[in-house]
Each structure stands twice: as C-alpha cells, then as structure tokens.
T-cell receptor, first 114, second 110 residues
Framework: SAVISQKPSRDICQRGTSLTIQCQVD?????MFWYRQQPGQSLTLIAT?????????ESGFVIDKFPISRPNLTFSTLTVSNMSPEDSSIYLC???????????FGSGTRLTVV | LAKTTQPISMDSYEGQEVNITCSHN???????ITWYQQFPSQGPRFIIQ???TKVTNEVASLFIPADRKSSTLSLPRVSLSDTAVYYC???????????FGAGTTVTVRA
C-alpha cells in the first residue's frame, strides 16, 4: 500500500496566521482527502482533492478557510487560514484506495493555535 | 452511507480474544464492511474488509452474518500494543468518502 509523509507533525501558531500542511505520497494516487480530528473525537472529512480540479468541500468547510492544492498525483497541501483557537485540532491526509489495503493515512499534524 | 453503531469502549487483558460488534442495519446490497485501527498520534490504519461470511488475515478476523446487519471484528490474543481505537465503516468499495463513526476504544491491560 502507499506510504504518505505528512508535515509538519505538529505546530503552535499565533491566531490570525496561516499554516500549510503538506502530504507526499510515495506512489501516484487518484484522489486525496483531508480530515480534521479533534482530540478524543472521530475524523471529519474536510475536502476531497483531485489533480487538476478544484477541491470538493464538505458541509461546514469552505475554500477561503481551507484552501487545498493538488498539483500532481503524489502531492497535496491544506492551508488553515486566519487561524483561531477553534482551529486547534489534528489534521490528516489520506490517499487513494488500494483495493487490498484500504486507504492510507498520513500520521497527522497536531495544530495548536494560541 | 449506512450508519454504524459500535461500543464506545472495551477493556481486555493480554492474551485474551477481543470481539467488537458493529451494527449497520441499513447496509446496502453492494456495501462492504471495513475496519480501521488508530493508535494515538497516528492516522488510521486499514485492518480488514469483508462482504459476507468470514474473512481472516494476519491481524484479525471479520465475521459477517447472512443478513449483514452487523459484523464482528475479532482480535485474537491481544497484547498491550493492540490498545487503540477501532472504527467500523460501511460503504461501497470504490466510495472514497470514508465516514468515520465514534469508534471503539480498546484498552488492553497486563
């Protein structure tokens, strides 16, 4: 199955600033996904990213707040813009499905906004 | 996407078998059942997937009754390192939009 490298693993940011999270996959994947996970909670899908097209956002998430790039089949970024303490969470990316091994996830970015 | 219900938490001891049952009464004909495992500070990891009857791999077994309205993940002879959150998901094999429920926190004690 694919391996996804996600960085940074954690960051502490000032409110009002932006943070860009990167995910690099070791093989080409058709689609990538971005999730948010509050501590002790389950995962919530933010958006789906295809190469060459605009990301598709889930209800409650907007492009201005969470712009996503997908320049090629092995890379994607998620930016958390104009951060507030409410954005403190774990952000995870996920890659395309291998029919035998399910979806692959990055290890997550733990974001704290102060 | 079919809604799933699973216990919030389960406790076990090393060497025991842990069985986690997931209810999915509204499962559709073409839906598969997939289980993921998540350790603290890591992303979820695929464990096993099945459509009906029984599926076994090196990590776990998945039992699915004929009506497919529930499924049971079986972890044989657990160790402390099996302490994690386990998620049951139901959906089409090529449905990329995973819907994670609350999951089951399994705590294995010495």
């Amino acid at each position: 199955s694919a391996v996804i490298s996600q960085k940074p693993s954690r960051d502490i940011c000032q409110r009002g600033t932006s943070l860009t999270i990167q995910c690099q996959v070791d093989s080409q994947v058709t689609m990538m996904f971005w999730y948010r996970q509050q501590p002790g909670q389950s995962l919530t899908l933010i958006a789906t990213a295809n190469q060459g097209s605009e990301a598709t956002y889930e209800s409650g998430f907007v492009i201005d707040k969470f712009p996503i790039s997908r320049p090629n089949l092995t890379f994607s970024t998620l930016t958390v813009s104009n951060m507030s303490p409410e954005d403190s969470s774990i952000y995870l990316c996920s890659g395309d499905r291998d029919s035998n091994y399910g979806y692959t996830f990055g290890s997550g970015t733990r974001l704290t906004v102060v | 996407l079919a809604k799933t219900t699973q216990p919030i938490s389960m406790d076990s001891y090393e060497g025991q078998e842990v069985n986690i049952t997931c209810s999915h009464n509204n499962i559709a004909t073409n839906d598969y059942i997939t289980w993921y495992q998540q350790f603290p500070s890591q992303g979820p990891r695929f464990i096993i997937q099945g459509y009906k009857t029984k599926v076994t791999n090196e990590v776990a077994s998945l039992f699915i009754p004929a009506d497919r309205k529930s499924s049971t993940l079986s972890l044989p002879r657990v160790s402390l390192s099996d302490t994690a959150v386990y998620y049951c998901l139901v959906g089409l094999p090529r449905d990329y939009k995973l819907s994670f429920g609350a999951g089951t926190t399994v705590t294995v004690r010495a």
